[in-house]
């Protein structure tokens, strides 16, 4: 079985953001990254599928030149190899801030692999828009699922079906039987993450890593999201004096704590 996991390349979490001059994106200067939390479990649920009976763990990753470091970390912890498709933050493509985009852009790169199975991250940590991975199964003809916990290849099905348990609310879950190929996003915390060894980061090394320009991939379509303009969020204070006696000055302040602060 070749699965696909793609991949991304997200700002730590401890990172202290600042926007870059022209407003458009985050400064990157001394900024720290790393592989996006819900990708993570998405490449974990691979590596398990493989372990349990055999074929390849191909990562797929669309970002800049510092991506690449992304790349090897997912190549340490067990993937065979790597695809890179290689643009930057805002470009004519819009494969960043536009999920169609990218799943075009994805969609094409992954035409010469023909993989049973895509896992994805149910989001990303940075725009959090959960939609590229259901958006590249219908541009790629894929049945597709989301939120899953986990995923087993159906015994005695010649391999090309598999069962999966999505997350629902209040505590349900749902069991569903799977064609492939198919495309699936993957639930954080749905299993325990492994580290890499050391023995995972020397083989990284020697793996290979196949890099595809972007301008190759991108169609003549225009972005169907622009962003415009991103600023950190301005903080204000306010004060208001409730006039009238103790019990209508305090009717007031329910009012306020109810329908404008939200707090009750």
Known sequence: MKIVVAIKQVPARDSQLKVNSSGTWIADADLAWEINEPDAYALEAALQLREKSTGEVVVLCAGPDSAAQTIREALAKGADRAIHIEALHGNATGVFTDPLALARVMAKALESEKPDLILTGLQSDDLGYGQTGVILAEVMGLPHATIIMNVEVVPNGDGNRIKVKRELEDGWFQHVEMPLP???????????????????????????????????????????????????????????????SPKEAAAKLVEKLRFEARVL
């Open 182 to 244: 198919a495309l699936l996003t993957i639930q954080s915390g749905a299993t325990k993450l492994r580290y890499a060894t050391l023995m995972g980061i020397k083989k990284a090394k020697t793996k290979g890593v196949k890099r595809i320009p972007a301008s190759e991939l991108a169609g003549p379509d225009q972005p169907s999201i622009r962003l415009d303009r991103i600023y950190i969020p301005e903080k204000t204070k306010h004060s208001q004096i409730f006039d009238g």
